[in-house]
């Protein structure tokens, strides 16, 4: 089942983080940017408001909660009411997908990625951003996931972790940047992207969909 509860009931909540974070918002979105494709039909999986998809122009969104793709249709993105589990989207649809906190909210995220798979056209890449939960951030995020709103529900993961499920579900050749090397209230100026991980707490992978596979 979605746990979209909180992003239903506080989305204006949520929306106003990104403002009131706005440093760490632009080291996340930069970092994002660093790695994503510049050509053809995107898709943001778990597009939420729209806060990634609508300035790095990816196109279509998708997502369970209907008050957030009012926001994300409002900044230009086309919505669709769905799950990442199951994209109702033809198979090779796309050039490239866009997945920002999403995999820590989905019930199965081999199916997840199974389905980006599917939807990806071969040769393609995904790109998938989240707080690694071996990060001191991620680290705090989960001794008080209890308290926050959003996060109660969520499975966090760490780099290693997505990257081997990436390989599992057929995905090759991951590179990866980070940024938020500081704790978030200590973030007051945008922080570049670094190459790697391990170092910050938002990284970001893109791997790539093997042209010609059979996956899919």
Known sequence: MPRTAPFETHHRRYDAWFVRHAAAYHSELLTVRALLPWRGLGLAIGVGTGRFAAPLGVQVGIDPA???????????????????????FSNHSFDYILSVTTICFVDDATAMLTEAYRVLKPGSELVIGFIDRTSKLGRHYLAHQAENLFYRDATFYSADEVEQLLLDTGFSEPVWVQTLSNPLEAVREIEPPRAGRSQGAFVVVKASRAPGSVHG
Do not use: F, N, T
Request: glycine fraction near 8%.
């Open 66 to 88: 209907r008050e957030v793709l009012d926001y994300a249709a409002k900044r230009g993105v086309s919505v669709v009411q769905g799950i990442a589990e199951a994209l109702p």
